[in-house]
């Protein structure tokens, strides 16, 4: 009997290889006069793969067909998207395979993408991906005609809303995406290379600062507090300040401003770029430190330092009237740390707020 493969660990296929495979059998349906119900297509990074076709049809010189998207396990938001390829012969031309994109592809509004402003959100690898697959069944066609092929994605504008692609200027819905074709569970590198993006985007719209945030808490507060920045500047960075800060130094950004917790921020402090809750714990005697340093007396120190959580040692300092100055120092410690790493780099201020999104500190050095 076969193991049966862990919970979270079936891939899926992307955007981007999902829509190939619609344009390469709709192509074939255009060549032949019908659209098979099977269709096996290249993916970015050379493998081939059958995918079923659920729609499929030719009639006055178009052809149409959906690929349903699956994305394994991860929790995708474009999970069961209808990926639909409608293709159709141009006569006055030849050689050419013209992307266009359709209802719910997302339209690009911003410079900093890597794509054409007016344009389809159709990043450059699938772009390839899907002419490859254009090129590979209708190159005797192309010889003498072009191709126009119209990728759109019904209901895209509402999984858009559920994505950053607001906040990058692009707008109407999702983008068709992927670089090797396949969906890996719960994908950390899709993530941060998000928070690579934001950060190039901001750069790119000439914006000086980034508001790093860890989540979507922090993320709403700091968006009520910096009411005077443009919506590019705001990136949620999860776990992947080591990346954002990289990447702000690349591109010339001059401010760092950072939306967090009091975990999140103390992780920071003790040396960590990746903050991830599994990874290390809270130093708490880091923050027995700061107690001791604004004025706890002994055993509320020993009493943070024995405890689990940064959260803990918040509350100690609140009932001793001390959590202002705590939270400073706090927030001191973070910038030291950051300033170690990149000397010399940025300016830095942390906004600081408790679990129900209000502020407790607004610390600039």
Same mark, same amino acid.
């Given at each position: 009997?076969?193991?049966?493969?862990?919970?979270?660990?079936?891939?899926?296929?992307?955007?981007?290889?999902?829509?190939?495979?619609?344009?390469?059998?709709?192509?074939?349906?255009?060549?032949?006069?019908?659209?098979?119900?099977?269709?096996?297509?290249?993916?970015?990074?050379?493998?081939?793969?059958?995918?079923?076709?659920?729609?499929?049809?030719?009639?006055?010189?178009?052809?149409?067909?959906?690929?349903?998207?699956?994305?394994?396990?991860?929790?995708?938001?474009?999970?069961?998207?209808?990926?639909?390829?409608?293709?159709?012969?141009?006569?006055?031309?030849?050689?050419?395979?013209?992307?266009?994109?359709?209802?719910?592809?997302?339209?690009?509004?911003?410079?900093?993408?890597?794509?054409?402003?007016?344009?389809?959100?159709?990043?450059?690898?699938?772009?390839?991906?899907?002419?490859?697959?254009?090129?590979?069944?209708?190159?005797?066609?192309?010889?003498?005609?072009?191709?126009?092929?119209?990728?759109?994605?019904?209901?895209?504008?509402?999984?858009?809303?559920?994505?950053?692609?607001?906040?990058?200027? $692009? +707008?109407? &819905?999702?983008?068709?995406?992927? !670089?090797?074709?396949?969906?890996?569970?719960?994908? #950390?590198? %899709?993530? *941060?290379?998000?928070?690579?993006?934001?950060?190039?985007?901001?750069?790119?719209?000439?914006?000086?600062?980034?508001?790093?945030?860890?989540?979507?808490?922090?993320?709403?507060?700091?968006?009520?507090?910096?009411?005077?920045?443009?919506?590019?500047?705001?990136?949620?960075?999860?776990?992947?300040?080591?990346?954002?800060?990289?990447?702000?130094?690349?591109?010339?950004?001059?401010?760092? $401003? +950072?939306? &967090?917790?009091?975990?999140?921020? !103390?992780?920071?402090?003790?040396?960590?770029?990746? #903050?991830? %809750?599994? *990874?290390?714990?809270?130093?708490?005697?880091?923050?027995?430190?700061?107690?001791?340093?604004?004025?706890?007396?002994?055993?509320?120190?020993?009493?943070?330092?024995?405890?689990?959580?940064?959260?803990?040692?918040?509350?100690?300092?609140?009932?001793?009237?001390?959590?202002?100055?705590?939270?400073?120092?706090?927030?001191?410690?973070?910038?030291?740390?950051?300033?170690?790493?990149?000397?010399?780099?940025?300016?830095?201020?942390?906004?600081?707020?408790?679990?129900?999104?209000?502020?407790?500190?607004?610390?600039?050095?």
């Amino acid at each position: 009997m076969m193991a049966k493969k862990p919970k979270g660990t079936r891939k899926g296929y992307t955007t981007g290889a999902c829509s190939a495979a619609a344009a390469r059998a709709a192509t074939l349906g255009l060549l032949t006069g019908s659209v098979a119900e099977q269709i096996e297509s290249l993916l970015p990074n050379g493998q081939r793969v059958n995918f079923t076709v659920h729609e499929g049809s030719v009639a006055d010189g178009l052809a149409h067909a959906v690929i349903i998207k699956d994305a394994g396990d991860d929790p995708d938001c474009t999970h069961d998207a209808h990926l639909t390829a409608d293709v159709r012969l141009v006569s006055d031309s030849a050689n050419k395979v013209q992307l266009k994109g359709g209802n719910g592809v997302g339209t690009i509004t911003m410079r900093g993408l890597g794509l054409e402003v007016g344009g389809p959100a159709i990043n450059p690898v699938p772009r390839k991906n899907i002419e490859a697959n254009i090129r590979e069944v209708a190159s005797e066609l192309l010889r003498t005609q072009s191709l126009e092929v119209t990728i759109s994605v019904p209901g895209g504008q509402d999984m858009a809303k559920k994505t950053l692609n607001d906040r990058l200027g $692009i +707008i109407n &819905g999702i983008s068709i995406l992927g !670089t090797t074709g396949i969906v890996h569970p719960y994908s #950390t590198a %899709a993530f *941060r290379a998000s928070v690579v993006q934001g950060v190039q985007v901001a750069a790119n719209q000439g914006q000086q600062a980034v508001v790093l945030t860890t989540g979507g808490r922090t993320e709403k507060f700091t968006i009520r507090e910096l009411t005077d920045l443009d919506p590019a500047c705001f990136v949620q960075m999860g776990d992947f300040l080591g990346p954002a800060l990289d990447t702000a130094q690349q591109v010339g950004i001059k401010q760092i $401003i +950072i939306g &967090g917790m009091v975990g999140k921020l !103390t992780k920071i402090a003790q040396g960590e770029v990746i #903050t991830h %809750a599994r *990874r290390n714990p809270v130093n708490t005697q880091l923050l027995a430190d700061i107690a001791q340093q604004v004025g706890a007396d002994a055993t509320v120190c020993t009493e943070i330092a024995a405890g689990e959580t940064a959260r803990f040692a918040g509350e100690c300092m609140d009932e001793l009237g001390l959590a202002t100055a705590f939270y400073k120092e706090l927030c001191a410690r973070v910038i030291a740390t950051l300033q170690a790493r990149y000397p010399e780099t940025f300016s830095y201020r942390i906004l600081m707020c408790d679990f129900e999104g209000n502020k407790l500190v607004d610390y600039v050095k």
